[in-house]
Structures are given as C-alpha cells and as structure tokens.
C-alpha cells in the first residue's frame, strides 16, 4: 500500500517510499538452477508486502554472459531464459500491482557486455569505422601503440583499456567484458530512448540508473592526475574503511555533459503517467555534485551513500544528515539514505559483526528511518543477515579475479527461508545455490524470524509500521551530535541513537519504536529509540 499523502501536499509516492532491493539471482530460485528467477521474486511479493515496503528495485535480468552478474547487458529488451521470459515480467508487475507493490527495474547506460550486437560489430569492423564509434576504441601510446591510450584505471582493478587484435585499445572502466559505450555518438541516446520506452509500455514504474556518473569522460580522455588508485567502488574491507575525503582527480566520471541526458529522460518519464522515476547510483565525490543529479529537471533521486561509508558515530551520522539535507534543499529535491546493498559489505559486518555489530545495524536502520526523503533495504538485512567469508573458489565476482581481493560476494549470498539446512528454501529441495549458504544459518531464516517477535526480521516490519505513522512529515532538527549521542527531532518524533559505550538517560516521552531491549529509562550503547 502506498503511503498516505496528506490532502494538502499530495507527493508523488516515489518521496518518501521505503525501495526493497531485489538482487535477482540471490533471491529465491523456483527451478532449482541454483539462481534466484522472475517466478522466484513473484512467488515472494507477499513476503514484501507483508514485511511493509513500497517499492521493489530488482537488479538486471536482461541476457546477458553474467560476468558482471548481470551487468553486462548483451540485449535491452529481453530476459535471460535463465531468470525466466518477457511474460514473467509482465506477471511479476501486474501481481506487484495489485499488491500495492512499485517495480523499478535496473538500467545500465554505460557500458554493454562484450556480447552486445554492438560491441560484437565493433570487433568485426575496421579502426574507424562507424560500428567502432559506438565506444570508446584508440590508438595506443607510444612507438608501436602498445602502451594504453591513457592512465586510467577499471574500478575493478587493472588497466581501463584492452587491446584488439589489430592494435587498437577499448575503454572499459570496468571489467573487460564491459566496454563504455560513447554517449557522444548520438546512436548511444536514441537507442537508450527507446529501452525506457520498452520497459515503461510493460509498465514499469522507474529506473535505477547505474553508474549515472560515468556516461560521459572528460572529451580529450587526457590522464587522470594524482592517482593512487582508481576505483569507484570501494569494493574490498580494507578499502572501504578508509574513505577518501579530498576531492580526486576524476577526468572519467561525473562530467557535466551527463545532465543533458537526465533532462531528457525526465522529459521522457513524464509522458507517462503514475509518477513514474528514476533514481541515479552517481558516486559523486561530495554532496553538493550528488545534488546536481536531482536538479527540478533532472532525476528523481540519486543515492546518497554518505551514511554508508561513514564509521559508526554520533558525529559522523549527524555530518552525514545535515550535509545532506544541505545539499538537496536548494535543489527542492528529497533525499535517500541507504545502509546496504550488492557492492558493499553488509552493514552488521561493517559495524564490527556478532551481536554488537547486529545491535548498531538496527540502531542506525531505526535512526536512518526516521529521516525526510526515501529509504532503501537491500535484501537479508531485514533477518540481519553478515557479510558471509566466501571461500576463494567460490567467488565469481570479476573485481576478485582482476584484483585478488575478496570483492563483493559475501554480500551476495541467496537469502534462507525456511528449513535448517542449505539451500534453507531459497529454491527446491536439492538446489545447489550459486554461492554457498552458511550452515550455521537455521535461526535466521525467515520462518523461524517471523514467528519471534524479537526477531531482527520483526524489527523491521515494526519500524516499517511506525515510519508510516510517525515519520513522515516534518522538518529535522539535531538536538544534538557531536559526542557520543545522536539526537534528532522531526515533527512530534524524538530520536536518539546511542554509539557510545554507557548507558543514556532518555528524554521525556512514550516510546513508540526501538531497536533492542532498553533497561528502564536507560538507553543501553549501540540501541536507537523513537519517543513521541
Ligand atoms: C554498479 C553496480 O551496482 C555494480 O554491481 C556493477 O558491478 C557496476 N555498477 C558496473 O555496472
Ligand atoms: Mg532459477
């Protein structure tokens, strides 16, 4: 059910809505293939509904040689027979619907998969020709052209450019597999127009735009100065603890040209009717250049992945919503806020695992909930599901095997439902999942959370209740947040989150929502609470 909007200021539903991140193959599998499928998410759109989400985001299914998980789209406008057909698109939106549910589907502008027509065009076609323009193929560097056009690095480790047969280099700031496209080449946008007008006809209500930052580089594709690394994501443990603050040199992303291209689509959404949306995954480098992606006449929303990437900390927390609320104020656009999803560790683990590690997840879940804008779940964090130890020869992430990292699996590992033993109902019985479930995972499927009422799983079907009731209007005021406290005011709603390590005094009010057991008027460390 969507949101209830007051009469006065009817928003659009997309505002303040909680998205469900639906990473497909590691959903639930209804053919036994080891890989979660379309049917799969459809059989489960209850459990979502139930559960009291808005929206769900479901990660590509187009065809595609997953090298990329699905990334790498060969073709726009299908369904890889192994996530099922066209006509499960169109069940999964029409039952989606009908529960009240949005669907937002996953767009990947950037690059194609090396399987694409166009790419594969590129490759039989000669330096220069027209099939090559479509990307982002060069001459080499010095005598022989055998040094790469320039320094650039792929997020996933390695040199940026790979070199054909006949001398020539490719961009791919990513894995091999996955070539930038030129969005110079006026080709690029009109097919694009057309993949959102496919997806929009079936009935789609938006788009989650990846690498919305990285369509166009910088023109001349001159070096980029200072680099140290080059990755984008920050895709292994030790990276992603230490953030870099200053602003980088980044001749390869969040180029201005791209803003032309959002006001297009917008203009595009908005033949449409229902309000439908597009939301960017732009890893811009500070708030204010997340912000030019949610201008009046730009996307919708853009993650913000500020609070993700920050340590746990009253102050960080409370640097992270006023910077902020900040930056989309002047652009009149509402904010989001994330904690999880498919490229980073899970948030239990980030915040030092185990029941500790668990505690503060809930906590900052509760604090980030209570937040103007919309929020996104990725799936599992609702049972508090760990990032999970891969072992080495499991792992398909490329970022593993161009770096020798662990990447990004551990986040990825199909979600248990029901039983005491793998695959825990993910698919039939027998179903040897993509990557390996735990064993020690029979208390946190989701049939035996639903039936604990102190369950991280009740938890969020609480907090989803009372967001609704309590945390949907007003402005927000920080009370305080500079040591060890955070407390924020939003409407008739307290909030305070406690990342100390003794216990606080409550401020006067009945509480409405907390994240785990409080001890009379004391809020124990790593707990959250919502007074009214
Ligand atoms: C961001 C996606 O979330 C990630 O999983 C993918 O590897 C890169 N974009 C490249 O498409
Ligand atoms: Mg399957």
Redesign the pocket.
């Known amino acids: 059910m969507p949101a209830p909007t007051p009469a006065s200021t009817p928003a659009p539903w997309w505002r303040d809505a909680v998205f469900y991140q639906v990473y497909v193959r590691s959903f639930a599998d209804s053919d036994g293939d080891g890989l979660g499928d379309l049917p799969g998410i459809t059989s489960r759109l209850r459990y979502l509904r139930d559960l009291g989400v808005d929206a769900v985001w479901i990660t590509p299914f187009y065809p595609s040689p997953q090298h ?2 699905g ?1 790498d789209v060969a073709d726009y406008r299908d369904v890889d027979p192994r996530f099922g057909r066209l006509s499960d698109v169109d069940d999964l939106l029409t039952r989606a619907h009908r529960l009240g549910l949005r669907v937002v589907v996953d767009l ?1 502008p ?2 194609t998969s090396s399987d694409h027509p166009w790419f594969r065009a590129a490759l039989a076609a000669r330096p220069g020709a027209a099939e090559r323009a479509r990307y982002l193929f060069r001459q080499g560097r010095g005598r022989r052209g055998d040094r790469p056009p320039n320094n650039w690095e792929s ?1 996933f480790g390695g040199p940026a450019w790979s070199r054909v047969e006949d001398g020539e280099w490719y961009l791919h700031l ?1 894995d091999t597999s ?1 070539p930038d496209l030129d969005w110079r080449n006026p080709e690029v946008p009109a097919m694009f127009d057309d993949v959102l007008r496919f997806w929009l006809d079936r009935g789609v209500d938006g788009f989650r735009v ?2 919305a930052h990285g369509l166009f580089k910088v023109a001349s594709l001159r070096d980029q100065r200072g680099v140290t690394h080059g990755g984008d ?1 920050p895709s292994d443990r030790e990276d992603r603890a230490m953030v870099e603050r200053t602003v980088r040199d980044e001749p390869m992303w969040d180029q201005p040209e791209v803003h032309e291209v959002y006001r297009s689509w917008r203009r595009l959404l908005e033949q449409y009717d229902g309000d439908r949306m597009a939301v960017a ?1 732009a890893w811009t480098q500070t708030p204010e250049s997340m912000a030019r992606y949610v201008r009046r006449d730009e996307l919708h929303q853009a993650f913000n992945f500020a609070w993700l990437l920050a340590p746990w900390s009253a102050e960080a927390f409370a640097e992270v919503v006023r910077g902020t609320l900040a930056a989309v104020a002047p652009v009149g656009a509402a904010p989001t806020w994330v904690l999880s ?3 980073v560790v899970r948030h239990p683990t980030r915040y030092g695992g185990g029941p500790r590690g668990l505690a503060r997840a809930r906590a900052a879940t509760l604090t980030m909930l209570a937040l103007p804008g919309s929020a996104y779940l990725y799936q599992g964090e609702e049972l508090g599901l760990e990032e999970v130890d891969v072992p080495p020869e499991s792992r398909q992430d490329p970022y593993w095997f161009r770096t020798g990292k662990p990447g ?1 699996d551990g986040a990825r590992v199909p979600i248990p439902w029901r039983g005491s033993r793998p695959p825990y109902g993910f698919g039939p019985a027998g179903t040897t999942p993509w990557l390996p479930m735990p064993d020690d995972w029979a208390a946190l499927t989701v049939g035996r959370q639903r039936k604990d009422p102190d369950s991280t799983w009740t938890f969020y079907r609480d907090a989803l209740r009372a967001r609704r009731r309590w945390a949907t209007c007003g402005e927000v005021e920080i009370v305080e947040g500079r040591r060890t406290v955070l407390h924020l005011r939003r409407g008739d709603l307290t909030v305070v989150c406690n990342c100390g390590s003794r216990p606080v005094r409550l401020p006067a009010g009945e509480i409405v929502q907390a994240s785990g057991p409080l001890h009379g008027d004391l809020l124990p460390p790593d707990t959250a609470v919502w007074l009214v």
């Open positions: 990329d998980a990334y990947v950037n690059h997020v990513f996955q990846d690498v994501l995954e999803n498919h490229d990004r």
